[in-house]
């Protein structure tokens, strides 16, 4: 930048400096997710661990608590989370997660570059939980997630409607709680797929449509 001063007697003189100017990126992570047992009763209180993976403070960011896909709460953590800072916070909703298949905690600020590290989720089964693959129909990429309820194997496959394998892919030691894929079907011509999951605790087969 460069400054230029002058005054009614004509004097004119400059000065120029290096301005560097910082794009603001907003990505907060739901780094961790537990739960705390309350022992005035016969509830659990969500744990929440978010770290802030952008380059700008973020006040009072809101979390969102799945209770098995039929409710979700909200509620703010009432803190300032410092670039490179994460924080622990004890959420003050009272679960009975007896009840409940899954528990999801998540974190999705406005502008957040990241979507695929908001959320973690913990299993309150022996199986795991397998979400409807989306968007559906999907074009260049479907997304397809699950929660696994410990350490696994798991093998994904998409066949074609005449039943030929178009995809395939294998996971080993997937770790317990949300797990997220993303499949590259750019390649795949338009028409109805299956996409089946196959794990120690679980196995489904889905249906899906691709318009490319």
């Not at 006040?59 to 953590?77: A, F, H, M, R, S």
């Not at 990429?141 to 892919?169: L, P, R």
Request: proline residues 5%; contains cysteine.
């Amino acid at each position: 930048m460069l400054l230029i001063a002058s005054n009614i007697h004509g004097c004119v003189d400059t000065a120029s400096t290096k301005i560097y100017v910082v794009i603001p990126k907003v990505d907060l992570a739901m780094k961790d997710f537990s739960l705390t047992q309350d022992p005035s009763s016969n509830s659990s209180k969500p744990v929440v661990t978010i770290l802030n993976l952008g380059n700008i403070p973020l006040t009072n960011p809101e979390v969102l608590i799945d209770l098995g896909g039929n409710v979700i709460l909200k509620e703010k953590v009432t803190s300032t989370i410092l670039p490179g800072k994460s924080i622990q916070q004890i959420l003050s909703l009272e679960l009975v997660p007896q009840t409940l298949e899954y528990i999801c905690a998540e974190v999705a600020p406005a502008g957040d570059v990241n979507i695929y590290n908001d959320r973690q989720c913990l299993s309150m089964t022996t199986s795991d939980i397998l979400f409807h693959p989306y968007p559906n129909p999907a074009s260049g990429q479907i997304n397809f997630d699950w929660i696994s309820f410990e350490s696994e194997d798991v093998t994904v496959t998409i066949y074609k409607s005449t039943g030929q394998m178009a995809f395939k892919q294998d996971f080993q030691m997937i770790q317990s709680g949300i797990n997220q894929l993303a499949i590259d079907i750019s390649s795949l011509s338009s028409g109805l797929y299956l996409i089946q999951f196959s794990g120690a605790k679980a196995k489904k087969t889905f249906s899906v449509s691709v318009v490319n």
